[in-house]
C-alpha cells in the first residue's frame, strides 16, 4: 500500500483528514498551474525536512520559500556535521547538571537533537571570510546569497557528511526559487555577524541587505508571478518567516494600492493553540480582515507536529 493510498483509507477525521484535504487542495493547486510558497519556522532543517522538501523541490512543487535564518544555517549544519550530532532521546528527562555537561561537552540542544559548537565555528570561518570581502569591495548581499557563494565555490562539497539531496537549500538553489530570511539577527550566524562588526572585522552592517530590501524582492516576485499563475501559501509553524511572507500581498494592495489576487489557497501546520493575540495558533479566516486571503481561498488548519505532517503532506503530492 502507497502512502497515499494509507492515507485515502485511514485518514478520515479531525486533524487527519484536515491533513489528507489539505494535501489534496496542494497537489491539485500546484498541478494546475498554481505556484506555491512555503514558509519554515520551528527547527524543520534539524528536524530533517530537507529529506521530502528536496524532492518537492526538484519536482517543481514549490517556487519560492521563506524561513528562519536557524532554518536557513541548519540545514548546512546538517549537510557538514551530521555524523558529530548527539541524539538525546531521553529529552524529556534531563536534568539542568545534564544540560550543563551538554554544553560543557560544546552541544546545543534542540528538542532531542545536539548540534555540535564545531560546525557553528566551521562556517563562522567561511561566512566571515565572504563578510570581509563584500566589506572591502563596498557590496551588499542577502543572508543567502552568501550562502550560495559557499555552493558555487564547492567550499562546502569535501565535508558533506549526508547525501546532498537531502539539502533543501542546495535543491533551492539548482532550482534557481527564491529563499527570503528576515529577521537574519534572530540566528547563531546572525548573532556572529553582528559580533565581527563589533570587533571592526567586518566593515559595516550595510554588507548584509535588510529585511525590508529582501520584502521588495519578494513584493517583485508576486507581482510577476500571479499575472499567470495562482500563488498558494504553505506554513510551517508560525512567527516571522510566515507573517514577513504573507504580508507581500496585504503591501501590494493596501501600500502600493494596487490591484492584485490573494493568497489563492492557505494551509498551516501549527501546535500552537488559538489564544488572545497569537499569531501562530490564529484561525486562517482571521487572515481575511488582514487582506491576506479571501473567502474563496481554500484554507486549512492542521493542529499537530509538523515533524510528521508535512513529509506525509509531501509524499501525498508527490504521488508516492
Sequence with gaps: MSIT???????????????????????????????????????????????????MIRQGKVHA????????????????AHNEYKLATNY???????????????????TDTCIPETVVRHLERLLTELWIEAGEKGEQHSPVDYFRMLFDANALEPYYQIPVEDSWLKAAFDAKIPVYVPGYEDSTMGNIFAARVIEGKVKSHNVLKPGTAQMQELVEWYLANQKDHPIGFYQIGGGIAGDFAICAVPLIIQDLELDVSYWSYFCQISDSTTSFGSYSGAVPNEKITWNKIDVETDKFMINSDASIVAPLMFAYVLGQ
Excluded: W
Design 92 to 110: 524529556r528527562d534531563l536534568s539542568p547538571e545534564a544540560e550543563r555537561d551538554l554544553r560543557d561537552a560544546g552541544f546545543n540542544r534542540v
Design 5 to 55: 493510498q494509507f492515507m485515502e483509507r485511514h485518514y478520515r477525521h479531525f486533524n487527519a483528514r484536515e491533513m489528507l484535504d489539505a494535501a489534496k487542495s496542494y497537489k491539485s493547486f500546484v498541478e494546475n498551474g498554481g505556484k506555491m510558497m512555503v514558509t519554515l519556522a520551528g527547527a524543520m532543517s534539524t528536524a530533517e525536512l530537507g529529506v521530502s522538501l528536496a524532492e
Design 65 to 80: 520559500i521563506s524561513c528562519t535564518a536557524a532554518n536557513l544555517e541548519e540545514d548546512v549544519f546538517n549537510l557538514v
